[in-house]
């Protein structure tokens, strides 16, 4: 079946570094795509979304990435901060519900 | 912040037990999910509801049940808890199909 995924499970990076976070995904039909943020104890929160007729779109510190072509998606995060440790999902809607990548563990070391 | 709760946050329980994991939400939103994920893991949808009186299976097959009398609130019960049942259950809920806001979520160990 088709999928979201991610390339990397875990990402270390430096304070004050940016972070880039990837996504493949395999259903060209998809037209809407969203990154969530997980912190330890916690549900998902929202970062950012996308929908299929953009290649980019900026929020606070972030910014998401879209490339049709090869079918990936990557979350850019700038001046990466110790509170930006967390697992990072992205998912995209698939038949009307959104199917969830297996995330990306980002570590920020001081 | 989402106005979306669930109760309880931790619940350690003896194999065979009936168990309810409480989800309420105050957004108003029609659509509800449970989703079950594993440490670190990805999320896997197991329930579903559009509206009131209506529930639906998810693509990861569950032994749980779900309920959706009113709006605000989709309850999940497992009628006979299995150590195979330990995960973190998250509910969700959004207005249309694509925004999802989730609760804490409930960390649940059979024992």
């Known amino acids: 079946g088709e999928s979201v995924g991610l390339h990397l499970p875990t990402l270390s990076v430096q304070e004050g570094d940016n972070s880039i976070i990837n996504c493949a995904y395999s259903n060209s039909a998809s037209d809407y795509f969203i990154w969530y943020k997980q912190e330890s104890g916690k549900g998902p929160q929202f970062i950012i979304d996308i929908r299929s007729n953009m290649d980019k779109r900026q929020g606070q510190r972030v910014t998401v990435l879209l490339n049709k072509t090869v079918k990936h998606l990557s979350l850019q995060i700038a001046a990466t901060q110790p509170g930006d440790s967390a697992v990072y999902f992205c998912a995209e809607k698939n038949d009307y519900k959104l199917s969830f990548g297996a995330g990306t563990t980002v570590t920020v070391r001081a | 912040e989402a106005d979306i709760y669930q109760t309880p946050r931790y619940l350690v329980i003896g194999t065979g037990k009936k168990i309810t994991l409480e989800c309420s939400q105050t957004m108003g939103h029609d659509k509800m999910y449970w989703y079950q994920q594993d440490p670190g893991m990805e999320l896997h949808l197991i329930h579903y509801s559009y509206g009131v009186n209506s529930t639906e299976k998810g693509d990861l097959s569950s032994e749980s049940t779900v309920s959706r009398i009113r709006t605000e609130h989709f309850p999940l019960t497992l009628e006979s808890a299995r150590p195979s049942h330990t995960s973190q259950y998250l509910c969700?809920?959004?207005?249309?199909?694509?925004?999802?806001?989730f609760g804490s979520g409930t960390q649940l160990s059979v024992l």
């Open positions: 969700a809920s959004s207005r249309g199909v694509e925004k999802l806001f």
